[in-house]
């Protein structure tokens, strides 16, 4: 965007020192080498700063100022979609569409948030999930059997895409068999599109589970659908439409992030022979390794609503503009991590907010530790050494998940 374009689309009140133009989905550095340009994003631009791209909007890429938005939920509301505004598109949509599934609890602000966020937090718990570890262990070697004697495969669809949507499938107490079903459901739900679009899908998700959520309500079983039917609200009983909403959450919440996770985790490792080496001679260092590259690598930018006039990192912000955690730049900020774009093991501050932070900090970030770290020793314990393919680049798309697409790796 030229300089003039850039002053005339800036309301008023935002001064040209916070502007930046910065467009999350299509920049093409971020398409290019995301973490890259996430480094170049912190040098050039300030801890705070509004774009014109997308109908304008306030990007924070500070770490301190991110810590700052994610905690005060007055201020920075996560109702991003509010009831309100999701009747108002509702008209455009089919008359017979139902019940509009949102997000439940990240969609929400105290204190119903915590209202919401209670019956999923035993399922969460780091002992249920490290339940989960042998059978994730054997879901993993299943994918690597199917490429292992090839010599190549691209990791995104072949493995880090399949992984958890298997491993989502059988928490949830949905057949395996229908992993193609949802896979495709994964692919749709992460493509670009307007806001209804979103609406639209998120039904389309709820709906591609609605007889297991039924069948669930008279015939419990062990899984997650069963827990959640059993579950009280605020004293009332579950209903369906809530059913779908929590359904829906963690959908998008569960897949889309882990496959990028590794995504990155296995690039860097490919790239680095010397670490990759490292990491087979030594295992027990592939937990503290995958928790770097969840710092080096953050990939999550999620959205608030800001509900009044506020300062934040030196920038004015108004009711009702919007605001994006960039939690990427957050975590590559050198105000709070030393050399940050240096991969170390023993960095004396490792305390990242890959998973987010206040309130609505990761629910599932125990199950996706024990899917990177099983993901990681699994591809050094059965692969030779692995590398990026030099004939065919990693892909990515922007948005609210800096998402790798495509990883073509090789191994003799
Ligand atoms: C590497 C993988 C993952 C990353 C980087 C990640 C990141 C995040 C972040 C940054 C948030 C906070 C969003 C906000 O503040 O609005 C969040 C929330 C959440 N995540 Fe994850 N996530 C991952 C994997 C998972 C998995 C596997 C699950 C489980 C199914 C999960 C379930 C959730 C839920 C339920 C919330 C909402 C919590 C709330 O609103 O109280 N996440 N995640």
């Given at each position: 965007?030229?300089?003039t374009?850039l002053?005339?689309?800036?309301?008023d009140?935002?001064?040209e020192a916070?502007?930046?133009?910065?467009?999350?989905?299509?920049?093409?550095?971020?398409?290019?080498d995301?973490?890259?340009?996430?480094q170049?994003?912190?040098?050039?631009a300030?801890?705070?700063?509004?774009?014109p791209?997308?109908?304008?909007?306030?990007?924070?890429t500070?770490?301190?100022?991110?810590y700052?938005a994610?905690?005060?939920?007055?201020?920075?509301?996560?109702?991003?979609?509010?009831?309100?505004?999701?009747?108002?598109?509702?008209?455009?949509?089919p008359?017979?569409?139902?019940h509009?599934?949102?997000?439940?609890?990240?969609?929400?602000?105290?204190?119903s948030?915590?209202?919401?966020?209670?019956?999923?937090?035993a399922?969460?718990?780091?002992?249920?999930m490290l339940?989960?570890?042998?059978?994730?262990?054997?879901?993993?070697?299943?994918?690597?059997?199917?490429?292992?004697?090839?010599?190549?495969c691209?990791?995104?669809?072949?493995?880090?895409?399949?992984?958890?949507?298997?491993?989502?499938?059988?928490?949830?107490g949905?057949?395996?068999?229908?992993?193609?079903?949802?896979?495709?459901?994964?692919?749709?739900?992460?493509?670009?599109?307007?806001?209804?679009?979103?609406?639209?899908?998120m039904?389309?998700?709820?709906?591609a589970?609605?007889?297991?959520?039924?069948?669930?309500?008279?015939?419990?079983?062990?899984?997650?659908?069963?827990?959640?039917?059993?579950?009280?609200?605020?004293?009332?009983?579950?209903?369906?439409?809530?059913?779908?909403?929590?359904?829906?959450?963690?959908?998008i919440a569960?897949l889309?992030?882990?496959?990028?996770?590794?995504?990155?985790?296995?690039?860097?490792?490919?790239?680095n022979?010397?670490?990759?080496?490292?990491?087979?001679?030594?295992?027990?260092?592939?937990?503290?390794?995958?928790?770097?590259?969840?710092?080096?690598y953050?990939?999550?930018?999620?959205?608030?609503r800001?509900?009044?006039?506020?300062?934040?990192?030196?920038?004015?912000?108004?009711?009702?503009?919007?605001?994006m955690?960039?939690?990427?730049?957050?975590?590559?900020?050198?105000?709070?991590?030393?050399?940050?774009g240096?991969?170390?093991?023993?960095?004396?501050?490792?305390?990242?907010i890959?998973f987010?932070?206040?309130?609505?900090?990761?629910?599932?970030?125990?199950?996706a530790?024990?899917?990177?770290?099983?993901i990681?020793?699994?591809?050094?314990?059965?692969?030779?050494?692995?590398?990026?393919d030099?004939?065919?680049?990693?892909?990515?798309?922007g948005?609210?998940?800096?998402?790798?697409?495509?990883?073509?790796?090789r191994?003799d």
């Amino acid at each position: 965007m030229s300089s003039t374009a850039l002053a005339d689309a800036r309301p008023d009140h935002i001064p040209e020192a916070v502007t930046y133009d910065f467009d999350m989905y299509l920049d093409a550095g971020l398409l290019h080498d995301p973490h890259a340009r996430v480094q170049e994003l912190v040098r050039e631009a300030p801890p705070v700063f509004w774009t014109p791209r997308n109908g304008g909007h306030w990007v924070v890429t500070g770490f301190k100022e991110n810590y700052e938005a994610s905690r005060d939920t007055e201020v920075y509301s996560s109702e991003i979609q509010p009831r309100a505004m999701i009747e108002m598109i509702r008209p455009m949509l089919p008359p017979d569409i139902g019940h509009l599934p949102l997000p439940t609890p990240i969609n929400l602000d105290p204190p119903s948030h915590a209202i919401y966020r209670a019956p999923l937090q035993a399922a969460f718990s780091p002992r249920a999930m490290l339940a989960r570890k042998d059978e994730i262990r054997e879901l993993a070697n299943a994918l690597i059997d199917r490429v292992i004697d090839q010599g190549h495969c691209d990791f995104i669809p072949d493995i880090a895409e399949p992984l958890p949507v298997q491993v989502f499938l059988k928490m949830m107490g949905l057949p395996l068999d229908r992993m193609a079903e949802f896979r495709e459901l994964v692919h749709e739900f992460m493509a670009p599109g307007e806001p209804w679009d979103a609406l639209l899908r998120m039904r389309k998700v709820a709906s591609a589970m609605g007889s297991e959520i039924e069948a669930r309500r008279t015939e419990p079983r062990d899984d997650l659908l069963s827990l959640l039917w059993r579950s009280e609200i605020d004293g009332k009983p579950m209903t369906t439409e809530l059913m779908e909403d929590f359904a829906v959450l963690l959908f998008i919440a569960g897949l889309d992030t882990v496959i990028n996770g590794m995504g990155y985790g296995i690039r860097h490792i490919a790239a680095n022979p010397e670490f990759q080496a490292e990491l087979r001679a030594d295992p027990k260092r592939i937990v503290e390794a995958a928790e770097e590259l969840l710092r080096r690598y953050t990939f999550t930018v999620p959205t608030r609503r800001i509900t009044r006039d506020v300062e934040l990192g030196g920038a004015q912000l108004k009711a009702e503009e919007r605001l994006m955690l960039f939690l990427p730049g957050a975590d590559l900020d050198p105000r709070e991590f030393e050399n940050p774009g240096a991969f170390d093991l023993n960095r004396e501050n490792n305390v990242h907010i890959a998973f987010g932070v206040g309130p609505h900090r990761c629910l599932g970030s125990h199950l996706a530790r024990i899917e990177l770290q099983v993901i990681y020793e699994q591809m050094l314990a059965r692969l030779p050494e692995f590398r990026l393919d030099p004939s065919k680049g990693a892909k990515f798309h922007g948005g609210n998940i800096i998402a790798i697409d495509s990883l073509p790796l090789r191994w003799d």
